[in-house]
């Protein structure tokens, strides 16, 4: 599977970063006003909003071409968390355009979202 790329300083993230853990529950109402609730998945599912500032050409390319390699939100890879270093399977992106910004000349700033999803 593939890997999420580090940037040249070795590090996945600049902070700050946010790491989130989200539940979700199905919900169903019946005539009488009863609700039977289930969750979709026995776990919590990870997601990280990743700022990346003043990112080089080389930089920025990589993140560009790994983002196309995984066609957005389709393709799945491993993902480091810059928290603890443990590798999470199983991740995409959480958005279909690569949002890049250019800051100034030859630096990028972006935004990623990863989100973990169920393997």
Do not use: H
């Not at 006003?33 to 969750?39: F, I, T």
């Not at 995984?70 to 603890?84: A, I, L, V, Y």
């Not at 958005?95 to 989100?115: I, N």
């Amino acid at each position: 599977m593939a890997q999420f790329p580090k940037l040249k300083t070795g590090a996945v993230a600049q902070y700050p970063a946010v790491r989130e853990q989200r539940y979700s529950t199905e919900v169903n109402r019946f005539l009488d006003n009863a609700e039977q609730r289930y969750r979709d998945y026995a776990a919590g599912r990870r997601r990280w909003v990743i700022a990346l500032e003043k990112l080089d050409e080389t930089e920025t390319a990589t993140l560009a071409r790994f983002f196309e390699e995984q066609q957005g939100r389709f393709g799945t890879f491993d993902f480091e968390d810059p928290w603890t270093g443990m590798v999470t399977a199983n991740c995409r992106f959480g958005e279909d355009q690569f949002p890049m910004q250019e800051a100034s000349e030859s630096r990028c700033s972006l935004r990623l979202t990863v989100e973990e999803v169920p393997g």
